[in-house]
Every structure is written in structure tokens, then in C-alpha cells.
């Protein structure tokens, strides 16, 4: 059997969603790590107790969403790796990426708060764009209304019939309205990420991440902007600076994950989504989630 782990970005949160973490080793160390990072108490933005009155408390803010996945997704795999399972290969999906960087020892755990608090303030700042979700359409005329249509782009490319578009509000409208497609769902984000309209928040975020250090990882990692895989910490590095402005090539990493005879995926992290991907992408994968405690023999 050959594995690989993966891990959900935004859109995956819930509410309670560190409910049944909160004792496994390091949880508590973790969650104040990062509260003490952000400035709030993580711990209670996750579980819903913090009142609406304060300035950042809703779960979904993406400055919360962020560092929130993080901590969970990170106490996951760390308990798989006290267990002694091991994978083959690694990819997250957007912020999954940092993660999947953290599960790989390219990062460690404060570095990768530290940097998520930076990543997550920038975007929630760069407003002016939007993203719809477009589901059951033709590729070939997807590709050519994107060619003709300025400021559109598409940011999340998770499978052969569903994308996300990302750009100027105008632009990403206009290829959703003449795109035959199934469904079109606008999504409600605070700006056009993996888009050009990041190009001052990356720059931003490069900066922080000429600071940092990343070490070589101890298996491969699939990066959204090239799902080559390798374990050089500086392609590595380089490859996250390009990945606020660019789209994420999910639909590429489960090809190469099947080329590279990937037998079964992992998804950890709240929710099913990549799985959901694989399932109808990846033919003779098998899937399977670790999402709470009870996934891991709790």
C-alpha cells in the first residue's frame, strides 16, 4: 500500500471541530501557542463561546480560518506519527499546503503560525476582487472564455468539472454567465485569492518568508503551483512565494499522485472534500478521513 496525506484548506472548518482533540497530547500547548500568536483565544473561536462583540471572532473570518486548520489538522498528524503511520507522499490544498510543510518537518509548528497569521491578515486586507464556483462544464470552452475574458483567472483548478474563478468582480461574472455549466456558486470571501489581485499581499508575505528557514522534507511534497514532487526546502520555499498569486493545480496532484502509484489517499483535517475529489478523479484510490479523535482509535 502506498499512501499519501492531504490537507483540506478553507471551506472545511466547523464549529467544534476541536472538540474531541482537546486531549491529546500537546493539544492544549498548541491551541495557546497559537492564541498567544494571534492575539485571541483560538481555543474559543473554534468551540463558537466568544461573543459577537469582539473585533475577530467568527470562525470564518480568514484570519481565524487559517491558523484554526492549522491546529487542528497539525494535532491530527501529529498523533498519526506517535502512532508510528507513515506516508509516501504529501499535498495540501491552499493553506493544506503549510500544513502538509509543517507534517513533512519543513516547518515547524510556531514558524508556520507565525507565518499563517502574517498570510491570513494580508488576504483578508486585499479586497476588490470575487470568486464563483463552477461545476459541470466543458473544458476546452472554459479555457478560451478565460483566454478572451482580462481579470479573470481560474484559482482553484480541483477537478475535471469543477473549478473556482477568481479575478475582478465584472470578470469572473462574465465567464460564469457564458459558461454552459451545471451550477455557479458565488463564494463569500473577502477578496479574489490565487489571483493577481494578491500580487502586493504576496510580496508581502515573501518578505516574511525570507526570514525563515526551510528545511529539506523527509518525504515529497506535491506544491499547488508545481505538483512535481520534491524534498528541497529552497524549491519548496519558492514554490509557496508564487502560490497567493497563482492557481491551485489540485486536478495535476492527484494525477501525478496516480502516476506515482499512490494506492490510498489520507485526508486529514475537518470535513470530506479532497476525498469527494479523489473519489470521482482518481479511479482504484481508496480514501479515508482522519478528522477527530475517533479516527485515530480514541
Not at 245 to 259: A, D, I
Request: hydrophobic share 40%; charged share 25%.
Amino acid at each position: 500500500m502506498t499512501i499519501a496525506w492531504v490537507f483540506p484548506g478553507q471551506g472545511s472548518q466547523k464549529l467544534g471541530m476541536a472538540n474531541s482533540l482537546q486531549d491529546l497530547p500537546g493539544s492544549r500547548e498548541r491551541f495557546e501557542l497559537a492564541s498567544q500568536i494571534l492575539g485571541r483565544d483560538l481555543w474559543k473561536i473554534c468551540s463558537g463561546e466568544v461573543a459577537p462583540n469582539e473585533e475577530i471572532y467568527d470562525l470564518n473570518d480568514t484570519r481565524n480560518t487559517q491558523p484554526a486548520l492549522f491546529v487542528v489538522e497539525s494535532l491530527l498528524v501529529d498523533d498519526l506519527k506517535r502512532q508510528g503511520r507513515e506516508t509516501h507522499m504529501i499535498a495540501g490544498h491552499s493553506l493544506g499546503e503549510i500544513v502538509g510543510l509543517y507534517s513533512a518537518d519543513v516547518l515547524d509548528a510556531k514558524t508556520a503560525l507565525i507565518l499563517l497569521k502574517k498570510r491570513s491578515e494580508l488576504m483578508a486586507a486585499a479586497g476588490g476582487g470575487a470568486m464563483i464556483a463552477v461545476m459541470g462544464f466543458d473544458r476546452d470552452e472554459l479555457d478560451d472564455l478565460i483566454r478572451e475574458t482580462e481579470g479573470a483567472s481560474i484559482a482553484n483548478d480541483n477537478s475535471e468539472s469543477q473549478v473556482v474563478l477568481s479575478g475582478s468582480p465584472e470578470a469572473v461574472r462574465k465567464v460564469a454567465d457564458n459558461l454552459k455549466c451545471k451550477r455557479a456558486i458565488p463564494l463569500k470571501v473577502s477578496g479574489a485569492f490565487h489571483s493577481i489581485f494578491m500580487t502586493e499581499a504576496s510580496k508581502s508575505f515573501n518578505e516574511e518568508l525570507d526570514q525563515v528557514t526551510f528545511q529539506d522534507s523527509q518525504v515529497p511534497v506535491l506544491s499547488n503551483v508545481d505538483p512535481t514532487p520534491t524534498v528541497n526546502g529552497d524549491i519548496l520555499k519558492d514554490r509557496l512565494k508564487k502560490q497567493m498569486t497563482t492557481g491551485v493545480r489540485w486536478r495535476e496532484t492527484m494525477q501525478v499522485m496516480q502516476n506515482k502509484g499512490i494506492t490510498t489517499m489520507v485526508e486529514i483535517g475537518p470535513g470530506n472534500v479532497l476525498s469527494g475529489l479523489a473519489k470521482r478523479s482518481m479511479k482504484g484510490t481508496m480514501t479515508s478521513q482522519i478528522s477527530n479523535a475517533s479516527d485515530l482509535g480514541y
